[in-house]
């Protein structure tokens, strides 16, 4: 019998397995798509490592020889600031990668598989009923069949397909405007040296703050790019995703540069509406775990620490509750996922309204503040001994943007 039913084999889905079955549970992870697969999230942050690490998976994912990462790099009119994730505040590693998703999630999920995990491909949920002593999950493979499964416990890692909470009616309105992405990925030729590949360059649009670009170097010559903005703005922009995305991309005289000998290389796809929010992150036998229960913002590239952190919070608690521990799953596990969420929301909307933008751009920062700031975009969102994280962080990035405007 199933003991943890795990649907996706994401990178929160991978993790979670391995954590399980290295507390000797049987796993079976059932995902809808064929692996390997495209995503988009390629920029990790560095406490990604720490907890790839902590789950036995680091040294197959630096045996893939991805693109090293040394922090972040932010660009507008002209102005230029850097954040080496090596000066961080919080202990942890001060490095990363940049990775093709298909390859990194692939890798990440045959770990599982070599720890002991069960994974089945092509298999969809249909059906979800929580209501008696088990769960049972009503599942359908490629071929059409139907499959009735019934484990101890269900963690869904479904990430944007947000499986249980469409189907248990768990899905509520995000308090992030509602915003688009153009995404693509190119050949990039840009020359060696103009610009520092170890580093995501996170471009702010010439004329309007709230429109920003991404550039993701990879090892192999190609980087993800994309741009995300307002609806009504990225769609007067062309009637294609591909005219709306370089007409923007254009408008900014650094970056119409450095790309002005790319080729293409895959089509530009498009993402709309994706930050999501629930109304629970647990109930009867199932939580949920990064991007199925809640997304905020591609900018700080959090999706994947925020999903890889779930999975280290709940792994532990499903071993207390299947060995007949009781379990607060609010406040031993959303509480703690949340100090970390709202610390990166607080960055997202901040970034939005400029005020970060206007710390970030600010030539004259504090080292020590710059340090903690460093740390957040590092991915430490839970560490408590950082004044810019938790519950307080939207009043002191506040504050600190009102002692920036004085020194304008």
Not at 13 to 41: D, N, T
Not at 169 to 175: A, D, G, I, Y
Not at 238 to 262: Q, Y
Request: hydrophobic share 40%.
């Amino acid at each position: 019998m199933t003991d943890v039913l795990i649907i996706g084999a994401g990178p929160s889905g991978s993790v979670a397995a391995a954590l399980l079955v290295q507390r000797g549970f049987k796993v079976l992870v059932l995902e809808k798509q064929k692996f390997p697969r495209f995503s988009i999230g390629e920029s990790l942050l560095a406490q990604s490592l720490v907890l790839i690490d902590q789950a036995g998976m680091l040294e197959a994912v630096q045996a893939a020889n991805f693109q090293y990462k040394s922090g972040a790099a932010f660009a507008w009119r002209g102005k230029y600031d850097e954040f080496n994730f090596a000066q961080k505040s919080s202990p942890g590693y001060g490095f990363t990668y940049q990775v093709i998703r298909a390859d990194f999630d692939h890798i990440l999920i045959n770990e599982a598989i070599r720890m002991g995990a069960q994974v089945r491909y092509e298999v969809e949920i249909v059906a979800a009923d929580f209501a008696g002593s088990t769960p049972v999950i009503t599942a359908k493979d490629k071929d059409g069949k139907l499959e009735e499964h019934r484990p101890k416990f269900v963690l869904d890692a479904s990430g944007f397909g947000r499986t249980l909470p469409r189907l248990l009616k768990l899905e509520s309105p995000s308090n992030q405007a509602f915003r688009i992405a153009y995404y693509t990925q190119i050949h990039d030729n840009i020359p060696s040296g103009a610009f520092d590949r170890q580093k995501i360059r996170v471009t702010t649009h010439p004329e309007f703050r709230d429109i920003w670009f991404w550039l993701i170097p990879f090892s192999n010559g190609l980087s993800s790019m994309g741009v995300v903005g307002d609806q009504a703005h990225l769609e007067s922009r062309g009637k294609t995703f591909e005219e709306r995305l370089w007409a923007l991309t254009n408008d900014d005289p650094e970056l119409r540069e450095l790309l002005k000998n790319h080729k293409p290389f895959r089509p530009v796809g498009e993402l709309k509406g994706y930050s999501a929010n629930v109304s629970t992150m647990s109930g009867n036998g199932f939580a949920l775990l990064g991007n199925a229960a809640e997304f905020l913002d591609p900018v700080f590239s959090s999706g994947v620490t925020i999903a890889l952190k779930s999975a280290h919070l709940a792994a532990p608690l499903v071993e207390k509750q299947l060995k007949g521990g009781a379990v607060d799953w609010k406040k031993e596990f959303e509480e703690p996922l949340r100090y970390g969420v709202e610390t990166f929301r607080a960055f997202v909307d901040t970034w939005y309204d400029c005020r970060l933008q206007d710390i970030i751009y600010y030539e004259k920062k504090d080292p020590g503040i710059k340090r903690h700031l460093c740390s957040v975009l590092a991915g430490y969102a839970w560490d408590q001994n950082n004044p810019y994280t938790g519950p307080k962080t939207l009043h002191r990035l506040d504050v600190l943007h009102q002692a920036v405007q004085k020194g304008m």
